[in-house]
């Protein structure tokens, strides 16, 4: 059940957005699970018909939607079509409004305050910002619509619904908007400067839901009933589509909102993004190194590029419409955001292939799992992501339309008018494309997107393996034998030593025995009993590692687990580290990274990294004097961050974090606050993408301890003293059976699954 009818406080007062955190609500922790479907008409009709079918379609996935304590005020549900040229130009011309032809003006749907005052003013600074951005507003008209069948929270949080119409500005504009794209980009632009002048200070209702010459969304705080009742416009003959996007949304713990109902701007989702903290994390990142010949001085003004108090179909569609409007195509976009399986991929073509690889030294892939429908007013699709758990099925008739769903059935259809049926599978894309009227298979539009660029070409140029670089004795020069004896850390390999070193990072027998036996002898994470007896390390008197304090973020809905044997095909722990170049302007150089086969690396392979040739790699030390306290942990934080800000600044593009010269004065910095700390330091400089963090730490040792790591920046890990300690387990006959040099590579090459 939704949370609909729950009573919370907003920072804005009646905001139709999601409260503030508060208590144990987090609205970072926003997910959906619901009903999609689509039904287009391949030839690009368009009519009334389709649109009736799509509600239709809406209706017969009511049942994935949601309620709260109130029979009649919903989750959210909507619709989105084609601009209606006929039915906008006459509702236009009642209100006195003479609108250019098809595609060369912008319809904007446009939530706004109920005061008339507040909406007012909205609408003059709307206004004023059109007019900065070289375009202009013809006029404005209320939607009408009718509340009645809403429910009390529903119409509590309603905000009056309006639209404007937008048209290019001075004669010498008209040049520059040549083409619907550049109109676009305008109305993107114009739709994230005019929520930042109008949201937190003239109307806390205003939210655009959808500004564009190609498509329309009415959408909202709705049952799927409600949708057609809500506004009458649905129900004019005149508004005719050839194509409507659907969506019933279930948002199972989270809260319900005007805003967050479906469809968006690109896309409606099913499912939800499991890896979206990460993907948010490494977006804000890259902001900082964008930029557009596109868009130009434009893509400055309409910052922030991503709304980070979306939910993770919000914050998808952002990242979708951004990467679609500086230049790639609706499927480029998807594929690089949702690709294959394709690392384990035997037969996967070779172009196809290096298309991945390529594209993953840009972008990591949003996970799901997720089924997402998604259209540009011309293009319709769905695509599963490489999981493939959750359920997508369509038709195909001989009147030329396609009708997919979460389900079957949702539109009766006459066998006899079935031409073929199918369903969507994991990592592959269902693609309709009106223009050419034809649906266009997964294995052709990949090969046109893969075959575009010579991606092996660039990748056989500028990807560098680690297998590639050469080992430390071609550089004797660069041997450690450089350090004075007065210099040498006290980290020798003598049992009192690393008994020593264990102790200063708190290792116990017991993890010797029930963790870093099994790892060492087969790679794998000892398997134990479900439950632990010991305390919250927050409420624990004994002192606890960092990691302890930090849990593993599960599905907001049950998922089988992925097997890492058996579905070996769509599990990878390759990663590519190193300087990244701007996401939004590819260049044969973006891939000019380091790839590593895990994040685990050997003494041998950190060896190769230090001394390589290929990147600037600089090494910092993670080491504060322990008699100093809480101040000496502060400052060696500070120096570490100048430290990096000048390594960076000198063009290094790796930074190895070390504490292996440990003293009795030089005590470690927790290895996951010298990671996290930096990586956020950096981030807020605008400097993250720019350098790769490999963490050369005696500390980490466990599963949790690396993914926590690897979850919060580090790019990289070896866990120097976990590999010393083999030895000492060796000599102990603690572990049998296995070399020291296998252990090593045992454990870092066939890491446990984090």
């Given at each position: ?11 804005n ?38 649109v ?46 003479e609108l ?20 007012a003013?909205?609408?003059q ?15 404005w ?39 619907e794209?550049a ?14 002048a ?37 129900q ?23 805003e ?58 952002n990242?979708?419409?951004?990467l ?11 594929m ?18 290096a ?20 259209t ?8 599963l ?18 009708i ?10 006459p ?8 369903r ?9 494309d ?23 070409d ?7 393996t ?32 690393v ?28 398997v134990?009993a ?8 927050v ?19 049950t998922?089988p ?19 990244e170049?701007n ?5 044969a ?8 086969k895990?994040?685990f ?11 390589n ?38 063009g ?47 500390e980490?040792r ?20 976990a590999?010393?300690t ?18 090593c ?8 699954k984090?």
């Open positions: 059940m939704g949370l609909s009818n729950q009573t919370v406080s907003s920072a007062t009646g905001s139709t957005f999601s409260p503030q955190q508060q208590g144990l609500y987090d609205p970072q922790h926003e997910h959906d699970a619901c009903g999609v479907g689509f039904v287009v008409q391949m030839k690009g009709k368009t009519s009334h018909d389709i009736q079918q799509g509600l239709t379609i809406l209706l017969n996935l009511n049942h994935r939607g949601a309620v709260g304590a109130e029979p009649n005020t919903g989750d959210g549900a909507g619709i989105l079509l084609q601009v209606p040229h006929r039915f906008m130009a006459k509702v236009a011309a009642a209100e006195g409004i250019p032809a098809a595609g060369e003006y912008g319809v904007g749907m446009i939530y706004a305050s109920p005061d008339a005052e507040a909406r003013h909205g609408r600074a709307f206004a004023k910002v059109a007019s900065e951005a070289g375009l202009k507003v013809l006029g008209r209320d939607v009408p619509t009718d509340h009645s069948s809403l429910g009390p929270t529903a119409q509590t949080s309603e905000p009056f619904m309006q639209q404007v119409f937008i048209g290019t500005g001075t004669a010498g504009q008209v040049n520059e908007l040549a083409d794209l109109l676009e980009r305008k109305l993107y632009v114009l739709r994230k400067r005019s929520h930042n109008i949201r937190d200070t003239i109307d806390h209702y205003w939210y655009v839901s959808s500004i564009s010459c190609r498509t329309i969304v009415y959408k909202g705080m709705l049952m799927p009933e409600q949708v057609a009742q809500y506004y009458l416009d649905l004019d003959p005149d508004l005719e589509s050839a194509l409507a996007l659907v969506h019933s949304r279930f948002s199972t713990n989270t809260f319900p909102s005007w967050r109902s479906h469809p968006y701007r690109y896309i409606a989702h099913n499912g939800e993004i499991n890896t979206l903290r990460g993907n948010i994390n490494w977006m804000t990142a890259r902001q900082s190194m964008f930029s557009s010949r596109l868009f130009g001085e434009d893509l400055n003004r309409a910052r922030p590029l991503i709304n980070m108090e979306g939910s993770d179909s919000t914050i998808f569609d990242t979708l419409e951004l679609t409007l500086s230049g790639r195509s609706l499927p480029h976009a998807l690089m955001m949702v690709p294959e399986p394709w690392s384990g991929h035997q037969f996967m073509d070779a172009k196809k292939k298309f991945y690889e390529y594209h993953s030294c840009l972008m990591e892939p949003w996970d799901g799992p997720a089924s997402i429908a998604f540009d007013g011309i293009q319709m699709g769905a695509v992501d490489r999981n493939g758990l959750r359920p997508g099925r369509y038709y195909v008739t001989k009147d030329d339309r396609v997919m769903a979460s389900e079957a059935g949702v539109l009766k259809v066998p006899t008018d079935v031409v073929y049926k199918g969507l599978e994991p990592g592959k894309m269902f693609l309709v009106t223009k050419v009227g034809r649906i266009i298979t997964d294995e052709e539009i990949k090969q046109q997107i893969a075959t575009a660029e010579p991606y092996q660039w990748l056989d140029k500028y990807l560098v680690l297998d590639a670089l050469p080992t430390t004795a071609a550089y004797p020069e660069k041997q450690p034998a450089e350090k004075q004896p007065a210099e040498q850390p006290e980290n020798t390999t003598a049992t009192d030593a008994t020593q070193r264990q102790i200063a990072f708190g290792y116990t027998f017991e993890e010797l025995r029930m963790l870093l036996a099994p790892m060492g002898q087969n790679g794998v994470e000892a134990g479900m439950g632990t007896d010991t305390p919250l390390p409420l624990s008197n004994r002192p606890k590692l960092l990691y302890n304090y930090f849990q593993q973020l599960f599905a907001q809905v998922n687990p992925i097997d890492s044997i058996r579905e070996e095909i769509i599990t990878s722990a390759t990663t590519t580290i190193g300087a170049r996401l939004l302007e590819p260049e150089q973006s891939c000019h990274l380091l790839q590593l895990t994040p690396l050997t003494n041998e392979e950190l060896a190769k990294i230090k001394y040739s290929e990147f600037k790699t600089a090494v910092l030390p993670i080491l504060f004097d322990p008699d100093a306290g809480e101040a000496g942990l502060a400052g060696a934080m500070e120096a570490l961050y100048l430290k990096a800000d000048e390594n960076i600044a000198a290094h593009e790796l930074l190895i974090l070390c504490d292996r010269d440990i003293a009795q004065n030089r005590a470690p910095i927790p290895a996951l606050l010298a990671v996290a700390g930096l990586h956020h330091h950096l981030i807020r400089n605008g400097t993250r993408t720019r350098v790769g963090i490999v963490l050369e730490s005696g980490p466990e599963v949790h301890h690396f993914a926590v790591l690897l979850g919060y920046g580090c790019g990289a890990i070896n866990p120097y003293m590999f010393e083999f030895q000492r387990m060796i000599d102990d006959k603690l572990l049998r059976g296995v070399e020291y040099t296998l252990a590579k045992t454990t870092s090459s066939k890491p446990p984090v």
